[in-house]
């Protein structure tokens, strides 16, 4: 049984405008990890030079969202390479979540630009022993 299933809706790209300057951002989905527990998932997400405050986490319609972004300082005697000038990096993964979670319970942790998330499993979903009379 499949619970966490990557979305590869969107672009690999997307480019926003502020005012009069157009900024360049690019989307990279960032290596994860996924442990199943009798009671929860476990994953992992690893988001280098992302900081706490940068990083958000949604859950819709069954689809859970992680951004995080990263700004890219562009030191002035420095000339990117073949002309291209990136202004920032979001990291973004989307996952497939079924009902066996619950959504109410979803737990984050941050700590050296590694998302650490608990997603409990709802309770008639979770295994139990019967006893037998």
């Not at 630009?113 to 309770?123: I, Y």
């Amino acid at each position: 049984m499949s619970l966490l299933n990557v979305t590869k809706k969107g672009q690999p790209t997307a480019e926003t405008s502020e005012g009069n300057q157009s900024s360049h951002v690019r989307y990279v989905r960032p290596v994860y990890q996924i442990e199943e527990q009798d009671s929860a998932y476990q994953v992992q997400v690893d988001l280098p030079g992302v900081v706490k405050d940068q990083v958000e986490i949604t859950l819709a319609d069954g689809v859970l969202e992680i951004l995080g972004s990263r700004e890219w300082v562009n030191r002035k005697d420095w000339n990117p390479l073949a002309g291209v000038s990136e202004d920032g990096l979001v990291y973004r993964l989307r996952l497939d979540v079924s009902e066996e979670v619950d959504g109410e319970s979803i737990a984050a942790d941050f700590e050296y630009g590694v998302l650490r998330l608990t997603l409990s499993k709802a309770e008639e979903k979770k295994p139990r022993r019967i006893a037998i009379d």
